[in-house]
């Protein structure tokens, strides 16, 4: 069962939606209500989905725009701003650099991604900072 491992465990599963409908597309961009540097990208490729960080760990590229070939026998994302590339499974890369990877599940039909916080693939609305008077 995919399901947090414990009361204590932060993540929580999230129903991204239709495996036949995000299929359709080899990268999205999961909007966080906790920000840009939260945001994960979910990607399609031969058959099988994986998430991963949205900004790149170098200098924080948009990954969801890189391209997605094999290297080395790796199937790997490249970075649009500097080339690196990272293994779409464990986030590693060539050099110390790695991006978080997270759990995708597909559940009677759904794809399902494990994250500490809300994904949504609208972004979230900016909040406007309250004024005191
Ligand atoms: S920002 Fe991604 S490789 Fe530099």
Redesign the pocket.
Same mark, same amino acid.
Request: with cysteine; net charge negative.
């Given at each position: 069962m995919f399901l947090p491992q414990s009361p204590s465990d932060e993540c929580v599963v999230i129903l991204i939606g239709p495996a036949s409908e995000l299929s359709k597309k080899p990268c999205r961009v999961m909007y966080s209500p906790l920000g840009r540097d939260s945001d994960v990208c979910l990607f399609y490729v031969r058959g099988q989905f994986f998430a991963m960080d949205a900004r790149?760990a =170098?200098? /924080? /590229?948009p990954l969801c725009e890189g391209d997605i070939e094999e290297a080395d026998g790796v199937l790997q994302v490249f970075?649009p701003? =500097?080339?690196?590339g990272y293994d779409l499974r464990t986030g590693k890369s060539g050099t110390l650099l790695e991006q978080q990877v997270y759990e995708v599940k597909l559940v009677d039909g759904d794809v399902y991604v494990k994250h500490a916080s809300h994904l949504s693939l609208r972004p979230f609305p900016m909040c406007k900072p309250v004024r005191e008077t």
């Open positions: 790149c =170098h200098s /924080g /590229g970075c701003w =500097h080339d690196y």
